[in-house]
């Protein structure tokens, strides 16, 4: 079980230009999450979803947008990137509402110059 | 809106000592309440989690966590740190019956002293 996995680990980019970061889990897991880290900050949500076909935005979810076409991917993506969106972005995943417990993916370090 | 509240950014702490982090949460009802650990370089783990029941809950690496519905506080602790304890923790609140993921405190970066 490889869990929650992210690519790439890391990344710089230019402001304008467009990526998408790719999240992946194999606990077939229905609610996936993205979250980005600003240092000092704790996690704040940017996009979540509770199945397949289904996404709805979080607390930051200008400039990004989401899809959701398989159970095991959720892939975030950047259009016109500012150097706001410098960060740490984390993909997570839980089995339900209830359960609670998201699992985490490694992290994606983004740099917008 | 619900905030969770870590009044303490960093902690410094001797090796053997014992450890409570603060953790305040500020919402009508009784959130689910998590305590994370994130390693340098690292994603987050679960340490514990509480959602109904008793009030002192046991998680791993030897944490504990008391949830005070009179305070709307849930302080981890851990009565013996070592040096593999040296982290950043972040607690974090989710409303019961929501799927919009987790509410995040700013953390509480643990630095241990030999």
């Known amino acids: 079980n490889a869990g929650v996995t992210q690519t790439p680990k890391f990344r710089i980019l230019k402001i304008g230009q467009s990526m998408t970061l790719q999240c992946t889990q194999d606990?077939?897991?229905?609610?996936m999450y993205w979250y980005r880290q600003d240092p000092g900050m704790g996690l704040k949500l940017i996009y979540y979803s509770v199945g397949a076909g289904i996404t709805d935005k979080g607390e930051v979810p200008n400039g990004y947008n989401v899809s959701r076409s398989t159970t095991e991917d959720f892939p975030l993506r950047l259009e016109l990137a500012a150097p706001s969106q410098t960060s740490v972005y984390f993909c997570?995943?839980?089995?339900?509402?209830?359960?609670?417990?998201?699992?985490f993916g490694p992290g994606t370090r983004l740099t917008v110059l | 809106a619900q905030s969770v509240t870590q009044p303490d950014i960093h902690i410094t702490v001797s090796e053997g000592a014992s450890l409570e982090l603060r953790c305040n949460y500020s919402y009508g009802a009784t959130p689910y309440l998590f305590w994370y650990v994130q390693s340098p370089g690292q994603g987050l783990q679960l340490l514990l989690k509480y959602f109904s029941g008793d009030t002192l809950v046991q998680g791993i690496k030897g944490f504990e966590a008391e949830f005070k519905r009179s305070q709307s506080s849930f302080n981890l602790r851990k009565p013996s740190v070592h040096w593999s304890d040296a982290a950043e923790y972040f607690c974090a609140v989710m409303l019961g019956g929501g799927a919009d993921g987790l509410t995040f405190g700013k953390g509480t970066h643990l630095i241990i002293q030999p």
């Open positions: 997570a995943s839980s089995y339900s509402r209830e359960a609670g417990e998201q699992f």
């Open positions: 606990m077939n897991h229905n609610y």
